[in-house]
Structures are given as structure tokens and as C-alpha cells.
């Protein structure tokens, strides 16, 4: 276990000389807006022992600068999985992406292992191998960590590196590199972890499209995203999604009123924060009309285009499984609702890669140009003369 910064820039060191390293994490945010780094997982290949480490980002007397240099060297690819999570913790903490980067989850999708492929999966099928998962619940704040959990989170890197290999020499022989590269593009974007209060309304499902009642929860959303930044507590501490949409239904007007929700937790009903909830929603309720948030509603798209829904679902299982891809990959179902409206024509479907394996075709269904019709147990398209 590391704990100090000379021993990390040391093994870092030694990381340089490698053409890749993989990498994992640890982290607490049962009770905190932003994520607690607790351990890193750092691995460069090699059978020793020495070379995979972990690193304690509790220790007082560790600096994880070396690491960051380490991220900065684009000699060395530094490699993930599922990483999403790992990159906003290390974006809040110094700003700083690994570059170049690599993500087994996502190249996983690519070379036909199916939506959000497991780590563990990835480990059964390429390395034939099983992770005892009895530390998966570990509090990583705690110290000193077991041998037990210290070679549960050690897994979690040494395994990766034949992952990575066998799927790197699966997208070379494919040629399909660069699909992996334009979703990692995403990942590596800074707008990802960033969440502005005014926008923090799109993180919530909505069924009711009422402009007014839309203002209301923008306006009770950027006061819970404000107040979660500066208290540090989970979003869900202030106010939960289901209680949020409740009061922006009812619009109550005093505490007596917002009192009455049934969802609200006990610390909302009154003091401060039932002030600054009441608030919000009057802002939201004298908003104007054309200031008001506005999302896309099912009433708005063409009538009639559930079949073509449909069909554009149909296509899309038949062109991933030719391809061998993820169909999320490819298009979600949101998207779909899009293309079939008529309303999404700067879609990721209708860009790249995703073009060539279904945009295309999708754009030609729905001109009437093509049809869909059995093979066997396959669907083909065929042409319409």
C-alpha cells in the first residue's frame, strides 16, 4: 500500500515505461455532494508483484501529483473500466483527464459483448476467471483494509490488462478503433461533470410538460443543486426527485401548505429551507411563459409514428447484431421516439460510424424507400421499386 508521495511518484515512474497502465478507484459518497477518493488501483504489465499497487488518497503525507503527471504522459495509455465516475472524481479533484484513455466498457460494447458489459463478465469470458466479490460492500474509508479487501481492489486492475490487450486486438482487426475513440471523446469532455444550477432540471424524469409546472422545477432544482454544493450532502439530503415533483404539482404557497406534501422529509416543512423551497416555487410560478423550460412532448411529434417507432427498433436490433454492437451504442430508444417524430435531425445516429451501420437505412425507411421483411429468423431490408 502506498501512503506517501515518494513512494507513488517512484512506482509512477516505473509506469512511464510501460505502453499502458490500468487503473481503478475506491471512493464514499453515501453522504457527500462530491465523491471522497479513498484508494487508487494502479497497474503496469508485468507478472511481479510489484506491479500492481495500491495507493491510500486518505494518507495525510500522499500528494497524488505524480499520478497526474502520469495521466499527462501521452506515451502511456491509461485504462478503465466503466470509468465515468473515476473521471469526474479526478476532474474535481485537480481538473485533469488521463489522456490518452482507454475504456473497457465502451470497447466492450464495440466488439459485441452487449449494453454496459460488467467487469466481472469481461473477466469470466476473456480471462476465464471469477472475483471473489465478497468485499464489494467495503467501507474504503475505513483503515487499516484487510488482505481480503486489499486483493478484492487489486483485481480490479490486474485483470484489466488482459482485457485491454484482447480487446485492442479485437477493434485492430475490426478497424472499429475509432468508434471507440468518438464515445470516449464524450467521456473526456469537461461539460460531462458539470452541472450548472440553471440546467440541473434535465436531470429529472418528467412526464408533465406544463410549462409553468416545468418553471417550478427548474426553480426548485438549481435552489437543490446550490444548496447541495455548498452543504456537500447528496442532492437527495435536500430534496428528492418524487417530493420535488409533488410540491411543483401543488405549488403550495406557505409553510401550512408545504406542509401538507406527503413525500417532503421533516427538514423541508419548515425554517430555512421551507423559506428558500417556498421562494423557488413562486419564482417558477410568476416566471413568463416564453422564459419557461421546454422539453419535447409526445403531442408535438408527428401523428401517427408509433409504428414507425417500431419499425425503427426492429432495424436497429437487426443492424447491431450484424454489426456485433450494443444497439445503445448505437441509438437509444429516446432517440428513436426522435428520428420517428421527425425532430431529431442532429442526432448521433445520423453521425460517423452510427450513419454507416443504421442512420442510413433508418433515413431511407422512413422515406418509404426500403422495407423490412423476414429471413428465416433474420430481418432484412429490402428495396421498394
Known sequence: MITDTEALRSFCLKCADHPFVTIDTEFHRER????????????HPGDTDDSAVLVDALSPDLDL????????NKDVVKVFHAARQDLEIFFVEAETFPEPFFDTQVAAMVCGFGEQVGYETLVRKICR?????????????????????????????THLRDIYLHLKGELDKSGRASWVEEELGVLLNPQTYIVEPDQAWRRIKLRNTNRQFLAIVRELAKLREELAKERDVPRSRIIKDDALLEIAGSKPKDVHALGKSRLLMREGRRGDLADALLAAIARGVNSPPEDGPEVQSVASRKPGNEGLCELLRVLLKAKAEDAGVAQKLIATS?????????????????????????GKDAQRLMAGEVALSADGSKVKIVEIV
Open 334 to 358: 429516446s432517440e428513436l421516439d426522435l428520428l420517428a417524430g421527425d425532430v431529431g435531425q442532429d442526432l448521433p445516429a445520423l453521425k460517423g460510424w452510427r450513419y454507416e451501420v443504421f
Open 65 to 72: 501529483e505524480p499520478l497526474y503527471e502520469l495521466f499527462r
Open 32 to 43: 457527500t455532494y462530491y465523491s471522497q477518493l479513498c484508494l487508487v488501483q494502479i497497474a
Open 129 to 157: 476467471a471469477s472475483l471473489d466479490k465478497s468485499s464489494r460492500f467495503t467501507d474504503w474509508k475505513q483503515r487499516p483494509l484487510t488482505a481480503k479487501q486489499q486483493a478484492y481492489a487489486l483485481a480490479d486492475v
